[in-house]
């Protein structure tokens, strides 16, 4: 009688501690975790992945998520065609610690090779999310001529199919772009010949262009940004045509604002040649903290 009684007592006490954590904790408490766990807990039940799965939980991950210090490093092989990506909400201190993801570029178009053996056209694909219809799209063209082709690829639908917008500006794309707010911003320029000269604007949501205009040349270093959620043109501050170095004075930070370029100049102190020792390249900024991250050019 008294081991049935401590039996009982004791599956009262495990009731008890196991009682079920509001669905509303539930959510709060799984949106301050890190992507690699929310992939783990997905697999550990159908509850946590029916919860997990749902719309206001990837808004709420994603809004949270934001708002923290990221870095995202991407390294491309142009001769695989791969490209290495590494992110990481904090500092890591184990060399390894880190799970790169291998992405293969295989966006093709078939309707663009004619014969078998013919090269394909070296193109430009931007990707971006908007967040209206909560989808990723993928805009497309062709860099090696004027782009008067531009093709859109909403991804996450049943039957996948590129199709045709409008472009009333002639231009020239190229490998410098972001996506911010539902807008792909790139780097364009009038002609072959010339520099870019002028951001072009992707709406996603309405699927139309627009363009601003730089009024100058930009910088071989330029590097699109996001910097408090606008659009920031980050290059080196000497010669038009150098990289940056050691001989480095200073960096530009071009903010569009209205259709306006506000200017910010960080001077670089005189250390600054003891610390870099090779040509670097604008990594980007860290969301949350706006510091800027080099990395070795390549």
Not at 99 to 126: A, C, F, M
Request: proline letters at 5%.
């Amino acid at each position: 009688m008294t081991s049935q009684r401590a039996a009982t007592r004791s599956m009262t006490s495990l009731h008890r501690n196991s009682l079920p954590i509001p669905d509303d904790l539930a959510v709060e408490i799984f949106s301050r975790l890190p992507s690699k766990a929310i992939a783990r807990c997905r697999c550990a039940c159908k509850l946590w992945s029916s919860m997990l799965l749902r719309e206001d939980f990837t808004d709420l991950f994603l809004t949270k998520s934001s708002a923290r210090p990221q870095l995202l490093f991407a390294c491309q092989d142009h001769i695989r065609n791969y490209i290495f990506f590494s992110s990481s909400p904090h500092p890591e201190e184990e060399e390894n610690s880190s799970s790169p993801i291998i992405l293969h570029v295989s966006l093709v178009r078939p309707t663009i090779v004619e014969r078998r053996g013919q090269d394909l056209p070296l193109v430009d694909n931007y990707l971006g999310y908007d967040p209206v219809s909560k989808k990723f799209k993928v805009l497309s063209m062709e860099r090696s001529k004027i782009s008067a082709k531009h093709q859109v690829l909403t991804l996450g639908t049943k039957k996948l199919s590129w199709r045709l917008v409008q472009c009333t500006t002639a231009h020239y794309s190229s490998n410098k772009w972001i996506s911010i707010s539902g807008v792909i911003y790139y780097a364009a320029s009038a002609n072959r010949s010339s520099a870019n000269s002028m951001v072009a604007c992707f709406d996603l949501r309405v699927e139309k262009f627009s363009f601003v205009n730089f009024g100058r040349a930009m910088h071989d270093s330029t590097t699109l940004v996001n910097y408090n959620g606008k659009l920031g043109l980050l290059m080196s501050g000497d010669a038009p045509g150098e990289n940056i170095s050691t001989t480095s004075k200073s960096f530009q930070l071009w903010v569009l604002q209205d259709a306006e370029w506000p200017k910010h100049v960080y001077i670089l102190p005189p250390s600054w040649k003891d610390v870099v020792t090779k040509t670097m390249c604008f990594a980007g900024i860290i969301v949350g903290t706006n510091e800027i991250v080099l990395a070795p050019l390549l």
